[in-house]
């Protein structure tokens, strides 16, 4: 650990590039022995503890996401194609139709982008995939969200073409001169300097009020795990062989194993599933493209709470979380946490 405060430290003040990455390979290295201890203790505890197995996932899906907003930060496309298929499972365990579909047509389209257009697919290669406003590092963004912070975001008025779409002439008129008032509102925004994102020294997210924000949130988080609710990662406080459940942090509801089961396997589940759509309806015609996805319905913490609407004496209604097997899950929560039953239902 000695070794890897000295090569942070270093990597901290570190200033011109090339010492930079020399100082960044040194502290890769020095982490190797850590990464080796953390596999192994990932391992122990997910034969251990269910509720570290399932926020383990969680923390890997986070990864995934982190990986595809690096691909669109810094214009890469390999890594763009990769995290968009690691992600893709999961939209079809958890039932969301649309990316279901159509993302595995997306990811075998781009990569026959390079037969199919080569031109398109050397300027992706080279970073054009995203749009980059700026010379600033780590900066560039998805088409749709330039196009709103753009186009869409210049031509805008008050109230848009709210009022105005049952009548024909003023919403024609509308459209076009909203080119000419986007054109305007630009060329007013260059004239002030206000577009010139390239003006300023670093990143936003690299200036010191963001990073000591950033620093102060997970401080926060990490309290409010340990002081109010259960630290999933806490592996000290587990009895040999004691399996911990899987139960919610802030309420302490176990969930049933069998419904636990099916989301700890949701990527494995959305995988086959993913597999069975492509063979059966892209690369065959055994079932059509537009039939009706088979849904998974694998239930989380908020399906398995009912919602039961009670109309009380003032007419007024009440939501009302019913959940059928409280006590057989408090008897459970008991055995693996000090929970007194008798003080809880007096």
């Known amino acids: 650990m000695s070794q890897i405060e000295t090569n942070l ?21 020095s982490t190797q022995s850590l990464s080796l201890l953390l596999s192994r203790f990932k391992s122990e505890s997910w034969e251990s503890s269910q ?23 810094e214009g890469d496309w390999r890594l763009h194609l990769a995290s968009t298929a690691e992600m893709t499972p999961y939209f079809f365990s958890m039932d969301r139709t649309n990316y279901s579909r159509w993302l595995p047509v997306y990811i075998a389209d781009m990569h026959l982008l390079e ?16 749009v980059s406003r700026s010379c600033q590092p780590f900066s560039q963004i998805c088409t749709d969200m330039a196009l709103e912070q753009t186009v869409n975001l210049d031509s805008k008025t008050k109230g848009g073409i709210v009022g105005i779409l049952k009548k024909p002439g003023a919403l024609e008129r509308w459209f076009l001169t909203a080119q000419e008032k986007t054109a305007i509102t630009t060329a007013t925004k260059e004239l002030c300097g206000i577009c010139n994102s390239d003006s300023k020294p670093a990143h936003k997210e690299a200036g010191l009020k963001r990073i000591n924000r950033d620093e102060e949130d997970v401080k926060k988080l990490i309290t409010t795990v340990l002081s109010v609710m259960s630290n999933p990662f806490d592996m000290e406080s587990v009895d040999d062989g004691v399996t911990v459940p899987l ?59 009912k919602k039961v609407q009670a109309k009380p004496s003032e007419e007024k209604l009440a939501t009302v979380n019913a959940d059928r097997n409280l006590s057989a899950r408090l008897l459970i929560a008991s055995k693996s946490r000090d929970i007194n039953l008798r003080d809880l239902l007096k």
Not at 51 to 73: C, D, G, H, Q, T
Request: net charge neutral.
């Open 115 to 130: 037969d199919t257009a080569p031109e398109v697919h050397q300027e992706f290669m080279q970073g054009n995939h995203a």
């Open 51 to 73: 509720l570290f197995k399932f926020w383990n996932s969680y923390v890997e899906m986070v990864l995934v996401l982190l990986r595809f907003i690096r691909a669109e930060r």
């Open 247 to 305: 139960s919610n942090l802030a309420t302490g509801v176990v969930m049933p194993q069998d419904v636990a089961t099916r989301l700890f396997n949701a990527q494995e589940l959305g995988m086959q599933e993913m597999s069975s759509f492509i063979t059966k309806r892209i690369t065959s015609n055994e079932t059509g493209f537009w039939d009706t996805l088979p849904k998974m319905t694998i239930e989380t913490f908020a399906s398995m709470v």
């Open 9 to 29: 430290n270093k990597f901290k003040d570190s200033s011109a590039n090339g010492e930079k990455k020399k100082v960044f390979d040194a502290l890769c290295n």
